[in-house]
């Protein structure tokens, strides 16, 4: 007998017309569809008229209820595996059951569709190239900056989850770890409230301050850190190297820029040079 297939399948993040046809069509094909809450997936599933036997399986059951699954799946069942929103394992449980799945060979096949990190990363004016995604900060405070610390020199944008309640204070704690970094809030994405604050920590903490109650998902995309024309030198190396491989100087700018998340004008500013004008965006 063939195993069944464990389906990793991205859910709506807010509104549910964000569902791939291929999604639908696995969830009403699935022989289980197991997910966080419950009552949260029947809704999805009830407005796509899809009657499938649902099972919890979230960060308190996972260890056990991965064992049901895995018994499922080598009995020859399909499994969907779905979060409360978006991509399952981003923040969200799974792991145990998908790093068991791919040990004893069964097939562990992604569908792929919402994502907030994504989401909010491509609205943010932020360079996108290379990001590091660190998932929630810690909730106390002198572990959130500790973390914030050790993301300091990393020189990518970085994207974090957060949690209404905690905003001001995280907030707070990238403007004195971190600095005045540009900074983008995607709140309530793709729901009714959707909104966008951009800007320096300092001025979004400013503007929640005044609002009666926060509310709704948070995803904060903070900028990377900010250059001196001194830490340039492996951006020239760099350039010089596609040169050597056979590019123009003006191709060899281009997909330096590319590979750094960096705008083309900023490198040719620095080691442009010879090139007859500046590359346009």
């Known amino acids: ?7 990793l399948v991205a859910t709506p993040i807010g509104n549910l017309e964000d569902i791939t046809h291929r999604a639908v069509r696995v969830l009403r094909e699935a022989g289980l569809i197991a997910c966080e809450d419950t009552r949260r ?11 499938a036997a649902v099972v919890s399986c979230h960060e308190h ?38 790093n068991r799945a791919i040990q004893e060979g069964i097939r562990v096949e992604p569908v792929p569709g919402p994502s907030a990190l994504l989401a909010a990363l491509a609205a943010s004016g932020m360079p996108a190239g290379e990001f590091y995604f660190a998932g929630f900060l810690p909730a106390k405070g002198a572990q959130r900056r500790r973390a914030l610390e050790r993301l300091k020199q990393v020189d990518a944008t ?11 204070e995280t907030l707070a704690d990238i403007e004195a770890v971190l600095g005045p970094r ?35 998902e948070m995803t904060l995309v903070v900028g990377r850190p900010e250059r001196k024309d001194a830490d340039f030198g492996p951006l020239a190396e760099a350039v010089a190297a596609c040169e050597r491989g056979g590019m123009t100087r003006m191709d060899a700018i281009k997909a330096v ?25």
Request: some cysteine.
């Open 1 to 7: 007998m063939m195993a069944g297939t464990l389906y």
């Open 158 to 168: 970085l994207v974090f989850y957060e949690a209404p309640h905690r905003i001001l």
């Open 257 to 281: 820029a590319r590979q750094r998340g960096l705008a083309k004008r900023e490198v040719y500013r620095v080691c442009g040079g010879h090139a007859a004008a500046p590359p346009s965006e």
């Open 41 to 51: 997936t029947r809704k999805l599933l009830s407005h796509y008229g899809i009657h």
């Open 182 to 216: 540009p900074l983008a809030l995607g709140r309530e994405i793709t729901k009714i409230h959707e909104e966008f604050l951009r800007g320096a920590p300092a001025g979004l903490k400013e503007i929640l301050k005044t609002r009666p109650s926060i509310k709704g």
């Open 61 to 98: 059951n996972e260890a056990r209820r991965s064992e049901e699954l895995l018994g499922r799946l080598r009995a020859g069942v399909s499994v969907a595996l779905v979060s409360d929103a978006g991509t399952p394992l981003v923040s969200d449980p799974g792991y145990r059951l998908v």
